[in-house]
């Protein structure tokens, strides 16, 4: 992939790292704000869905956090000049599958492949 491809897809993931890394703040933020906004005696109702809205919070949050492992991880690709080569396979990534979804780490043949045979790829994080 040449440098001019490779920048553009820098752009893209720059600009993801920093809107994931606002919404993990954001999500933690709000799972807190709910656990420490106590006004008062509440009945089990009251007290339940608050443990259900703290743990969407929290879940969502997690959520965040994969998916800006996975820009953090597409980023590092680029810097060791790997990004757009499939894990699996070591073919190139098309194009309009990385537009599509910048962080991808394989083509669409051996994403499928996995998803049908559930194959878990062990995946480290930074």
Do not use: W
Request: glycine share 4%; proline share 2%; charged share 35%.
């Amino acid at each position: 992939m040449d440098e001019k491809k490779l920048e553009h897809y820098r752009k893209i993931l720059r600009e993801q790292l920093r809107t994931r890394s606002e919404n993990v703040r954001e999500s933690q933020a709000n799972a807190l704000e709910m656990k420490s906004s106590d006004d008062g005696p509440k009945d089990s109702v009251d007290m339940s869905l608050l443990d259900v809205n703290q743990e969407i919070a929290l879940r969502l949050g997690e959520r965040e956090s994969r998916m800006l492992a996975d820009v953090d991880q597409a980023l590092l690709r680029i810097d060791e000049g790997s990004y757009g080569t499939c894990a699996r396979c070591g073919e190139q990534i098309s194009e309009r599958r990385l537009e599509a979804l910048p962080t991808a780490r394989h083509c669409a043949a051996c994403q499928e492949f996995i998803e049908q045979n559930g194959e878990m790829e062990e995946i480290s994080t930074l």
